[in-house]
């Protein structure tokens, strides 16, 4: 037994010096540099850790639109992606991540996502000659004209109610339209979803471009659609009695 003990003791011993040269398991080695969340200004680690989860790992959209789509870029100016990005959207699932809104990121972090979106991402010519729809207007839709204008150029892929059709899924399902702004249905109307194979504004009927007075039209009626309770899953009639409502 004595013979066994000393190797034992003299492994023990060699063991426990290389421990004393090296970091123990799960920590950073000795000699890393330690960068404050703060300091990270590299776009690749700021995108990846705060974008990615919503609007895709490469940008082309995922639960949000993608970020990486030159049409978009073409009619969202840099105030508007430094703001939605500092601010969020009230009411969607958009979340604000400016500091000073209770996010994580500084203004410096804010303005290098902004700059990388639109370095890497953009295409000046995208539009052409194309005169694109305004991002926003302070000018309301008319949803009348806007039932209209859905049967035109919406219709033969959401279905003549709007509840879905043989090439795309319900565009006034309450719980989506409770998680999505004007601006947000405003935004799709005109750039599309690329990744989910809708076209932009110039392509629902060949040759036959959405106008802006048509766009403002078509998003005042989905949002006609959206319920005054989202989510909601009972009616006045069938809420329980005596539980929470």
């Not at 991002?135 to 709007?162: E, I, L, M």
């Not at 309770?229 to 009695?241: C, I, M, R, T, V």
Request: with cysteine; glycine share 12%; hydrophobic share 40%.
């Amino acid at each position: 037994m004595m013979r066994l003990a000393i190797p034992l003791a003299a492994g023990l011993l060699v063991t426990m010096a290389c421990g004393s040269r090296h970091s123990a398991p799960g920590q950073p080695p000795a000699n890393s540099q330690l960068i404050a969340p703060i300091s990270i200004m590299d776009f690749s680690t700021l995108y990846a850790r705060n974008c990615a989860g919503c609007h895709g790992p490469d940008g082309k959209g995922g639960a949000a639109i993608g970020l990486a789509d030159p049409v978009y870029l073409a009619i969202a100016d840099d105030g508007t992606l430094r703001r939605v990005t500092a601010e969020g959207v009230s009411g969607t699932a958009m979340p604000a991540f400016a500091q000073h809104a209770g996010g994580m990121l500084t203004d410096t972090q804010i303005d290098a996502i902004v700059t990388g979106i639109r370095s890497r991402w953009a295409k000046p010519d995208v539009l052409r000659d194309a005169d694109a729809p305004p991002y926003a207007t302070q000018t309301p839709g008319d949803p009348k004209r806007g039932a209209a204008v859905y049967q035109t150029f919406c219709s033969s892929c959401h279905g003549a109610s709007g509840q879905g059709g043989p090439r795309a899924s319900s565009i006034v399902d309450g719980s989506y339209l409770g998680l999505v702004s004007n601006q947000g249905l405003r935004t799709t109307v005109i750039v599309g979803r690329p990744e989910l194979g809708a076209p932009d504004w110039r392509g629902d009927v060949p040759g036959k471009p959405l106008s802006p007075v048509d766009v403002s039209d078509v998003v005042a009626w989905l949002a006609a659609q959206r319920p005054q309770f989202p989510g909601q899953p009972y009616s006045s009639a069938l809420k329980p009695e005596g539980g929470v409502q």
